[in-house]
């Protein structure tokens, strides 16, 4: 057997593993392929398909529902022997106390496992991507609701969204570039025609005191064109992958499997 083969294995029995403790409604893998899968809708892992360097370890991600209802995003590593509750997709799906109780469920049912769980992370915008994926659409009407012509007008709508946030971004990056070019140049100018002048050091104190400032803002300004780019490409790869869920659960209830 090949690798390939003895981590799929892994991953379908992790997930028979699950039952009784959670209802898995939908599997997100990474370089793995599932023979014997759980009729749910499968797609790729789009976080991780987007990374060219090829670094992470397959693994298999699972949508479940507890038994008092709250969803969860479960993530299995079998090479590293992990267990990651993600709760960034999650949220306002589930709450803290649940996330706490469903985390110590696994610890009970995969003892061998290292399980953790993923922090929120500021840095990244976490809240601000779920924000703007829940004002649009729910994770809950995407993985069960019945209304599917109305949820797939609303991943429709969080999609224009997130294409006008990456193009707002751009804005963003160009205006710092086109401003940081002639500030520079009129940097370079008064440095240089302080030059001779009987108070040149004064001049240069001046144009060092420029230089920094306007350094700071363009790095903040860069900075803050690049956090919009990529809060407005993890938008659009949730889009995305919710089109891709309501798409699979529409080809398994036409297969009767649904």
Request: with cysteine.
């Amino acid at each position: 057997m090949t690798p390939d083969h003895h981590q799929a294995q892994d991953c379908t029995h992790f997930f028979e593993r699950l039952d009784g403790l959670a209802d898995v409604l939908a599997i997100k893998l990474y370089r793995l392929r599932l023979d014997d899968a759980p009729a749910v809708p499968m797609l790729p892992c789009l976080d991780h398909e987007a990374m060219l360097h090829e670094g992470i370890a397959p693994h298999a991600a699972a949508y479940v529902r507890d038994r008092e209802g709250h969803l969860h995003e479960v993530v299995f590593t079998p090479d590293d022997h992990t267990v990651t509750l993600d709760v960034v997709s999650t949220m306002y799906e589930s709450t803290p106390e649940a996330n706490a109780a469903f985390r110590k469920a696994l610890v009970q049912r995969f003892p061998e496992e290292q399980v953790q769980e993923a922090p929120i992370s500021w840095l990244k915008g976490d809240r601000r991507v779920a924000n703007a994926c829940r004002a649009q659409v729910a994770l809950s009407d995407v993985l069960a609701g019945p209304d599917l012509e109305r949820t797939e007008a609303a991943v429709q709508r969080l999609q224009i969204i997130s294409a006008l946030m990456e193009k707002e971004s751009r804005v963003a990056s160009w205006g710092a570039r086109t401003i940081l070019t002639p500030f520079l140049a009129l940097a370079v100018l008064l440095m240089l025609w302080s030059f001779g002048e009987t108070n040149s050091a004064r001049w240069l104190v001046a144009g060092r005191y420029l230089v920094t400032v306007g350094g700071v803002f363009f790095l903040y300004s860069g900075l803050k064109a690049v956090h919009l780019t990529e809060i407005g490409s993890r938008v659009w790869k949730r889009s995305a992958e919710y089109g891709l869920i309501l798409s699979e659960r529409r080809r398994i209830a036409k297969g009767g499997k649904l």
